[in-house]
């Protein structure tokens, strides 16, 4: 059983992650997480009760802390998905970015130059490759980095910084760059689990600009899937992008998500834009179709239905990620201050 280790495991994707690796008993995971706003170990609590998975709490910022958990749990790769991850918030405030998106990684490459069998998947985003438009030809791994928001600059930075340590310190490492993720445990300040509480709550659907924007939407079980591929079967050196061949403007997702919930049309509200927003993004994924043997699986609409019925089963998780009450019961139940 390969030992993992799983930054940012207790966030969104890096919980759904944990999990689909501890079933399927491959993997022994010890998640590294700081419990930031969006990280929660109740994302995690089935994981947690069983015995292939340990919790390390701290910073990837944290130079001593990262260096003591290597030395004791001697993990064979790395996952690395901590990060500020919000676009809103890297517009508000792009510091956080900076020191956990470029700092953190790089505290995590020095670390790694140590163990020169460790393989280091850095967990990217295609907002590095900023905007497309609407006739313009789906993002490749060689399409020139031009991100637009301060989120997308500092996950460019850590990627820039990835591949230098590739070429100069020979680190076992290879990029994935994914399109918008959607599934369970999605914390409710991003678009699918925002307008679905909202709508469930009767409170306006805020639709930034005329909506007509365009993502490109993934299962975070494709995902998932995707950096595992990348782990076991990514070649040195190589970036690897994952897509859902599932563009939609806001609008459409919208109008899914209130026939779903049955909320009224009078709920979406047209709000102020957001700055610089990127038009467009889709993604080519013949790369990972061909050397990781790697395609999506979930189909959008299934999906999305899945997933606006998973945040109406789980009112209560929401609530408490949004009023930080998770955050209470650790800190008691620890007896510590996050
Ligand atoms: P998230 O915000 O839900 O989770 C981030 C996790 O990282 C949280 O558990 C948080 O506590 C932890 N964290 C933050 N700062 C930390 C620090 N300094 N030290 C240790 N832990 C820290 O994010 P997500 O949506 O799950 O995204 C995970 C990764 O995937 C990110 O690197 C993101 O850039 C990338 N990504 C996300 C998407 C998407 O659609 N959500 C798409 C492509 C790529
Ligand atoms: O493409 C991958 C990226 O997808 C990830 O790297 C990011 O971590 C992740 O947050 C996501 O970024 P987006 O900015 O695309 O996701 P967000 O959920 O914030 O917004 C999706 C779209 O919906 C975007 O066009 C902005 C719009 N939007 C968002 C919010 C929160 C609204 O219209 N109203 C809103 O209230």
Same mark, same amino acid.
């Given at each position: 059983?390969?030992?993992?280790?799983?930054?940012?495991?207790?966030?969104?994707?890096?919980?759904?992650?944990?999990?689909?690796?501890?079933?399927?008993?491959?993997?022994?995971?010890?998640?590294?997480?700081?419990? #930031?706003?969006?990280?929660?170990?109740?994302?995690?609590?089935?994981?947690?009760?069983?015995?292939?998975?340990?919790?390390?709490?701290?910073?990837?910022?944290?130079?001593?802390?990262?260096?003591?958990?290597?030395?004791?749990?001697?993990?064979?790769?790395?996952?690395?998905?901590?990060?500020?991850?919000?676009?809103?918030?890297?517009?508000?405030?792009?510091?956080?970015?900076?020191?956990?998106?470029?700092?953190?990684?790089?505290?995590?490459?020095?670390?790694?130059?140590?163990?020169?069998?460790?393989?280091?998947?850095?967990?990217?985003?295609?907002?590095?490759?900023?905007?497309?438009?609407?006739?313009?030809?789906?993002?490749?791994?060689?399409?020139?980095?031009?991100?637009?928001?301060?989120?997308?600059?500092?996950?460019?930075?850590?990627?820039?910084?990835?591949?230098?340590?590739?070429?100069?310190?020979?680190?076992?490492?290879?990029?994935?760059?994914?399109?918008?993720?959607?599934?369970?445990?999605?914390?409710?300040?991003?678009?699918?689990?925002?307008?679905?509480?909202?709508?469930?709550?009767?409170?306006?659907?805020?639709?930034?600009?005329?909506?007509?924007?365009?993502?490109?939407?993934?299962?975070?079980?494709?995902?998932?899937?995707?950096?595992?591929?990348?782990?076991?079967?990514?070649? #040195?050196?190589?970036?690897?992008?994952?897509?859902?061949?599932?563009?939609?403007?806001?609008?459409?997702?919208?109008?899914?998500?209130?026939?779903?919930?049955?909320?009224?049309?009078?709920?979406?509200?047209?709000?102020?834009?957001?700055?610089?927003?990127?038009?467009?993004?889709?993604?080519?994924?013949?790369?990972?179709?061909?050397?990781?043997?790697?395609?999506?699986?979930?189909?959008?609409?299934?999906?999305?239905?899945?997933?606006?019925?998973?945040?109406?089963?789980?009112?209560?998780?929401?609530?408490?990620?949004? #009023?930080?009450?998770?955050?209470?019961?650790?800190?008691?139940?620890?007896?510590? #201050?996050?």
């Amino acid at each position: 059983m390969q030992r993992v280790l799983v930054t940012g495991g207790a966030g969104f994707i890096g919980s759904n992650l944990v999990r689909m690796m501890v079933e399927s008993g491959r993997y022994h995971v010890v998640v590294l997480d700081a419990l #930031t706003y969006a990280g929660n170990l109740a994302n995690l609590a089935d994981v947690l009760a069983g015995d292939r998975c340990d919790f390390e709490h701290g910073n990837i910022c944290d130079a001593a802390f990262v260096r003591s958990v290597l030395q004791r749990h001697s993990p064979t790769s790395i996952l690395h998905l901590a990060a500020e991850s919000h676009v809103d918030r890297s517009i508000a405030s792009a510091a956080p970015f900076v020191e956990t998106n470029v700092m953190g990684t790089l505290v995590l490459l020095e670390a790694v130059r140590a163990y020169p069998q460790m393989r280091f998947v850095h967990v990217s985003t295609d907002e590095v490759y900023g905007t497309l438009g609407p006739d313009d030809a789906p993002f490749t791994e060689t399409t020139p980095l031009d991100p637009t928001s301060p989120y997308a600059a500092s996950k460019a930075a850590s990627d820039l910084l990835v591949q230098s340590f590739i070429r100069t310190h020979s680190v076992d490492a290879v990029i994935t760059r994914c399109s918008n993720n959607y599934g369970p445990f999605q914390f409710p300040e991003k678009f699918i689990p925002l307008m679905t509480l909202n709508a469930l709550e009767g409170r306006p659907l805020p639709i930034y600009g005329d909506g007509l924007q365009v993502r490109d939407w993934l299962h975070v079980d494709d995902h998932c899937r995707g950096i595992l591929a990348a782990l076991e079967r990514g070649t #040195t050196g190589s970036v690897y992008n994952f897509g859902g061949y599932g563009e939609r403007t806001n609008e459409e997702m919208v109008s899914a998500i209130l026939a779903q919930t049955g909320a009224s049309a009078d709920l979406k509200t047209y709000v102020t834009d957001r700055k610089a927003h990127d038009r467009r993004y889709a993604i080519n994924a013949d790369k990972a179709r061909h050397e990781l043997g790697w395609a999506p699986e979930r189909e959008l609409e299934e999906g999305l239905r899945s997933t606006i019925a998973w945040y109406m089963q789980n009112r209560a998780w929401s609530d408490n990620v949004r #009023t930080g009450a998770y955050r209470t019961y650790y800190e008691t139940h620890y007896n510590t #201050t996050l």
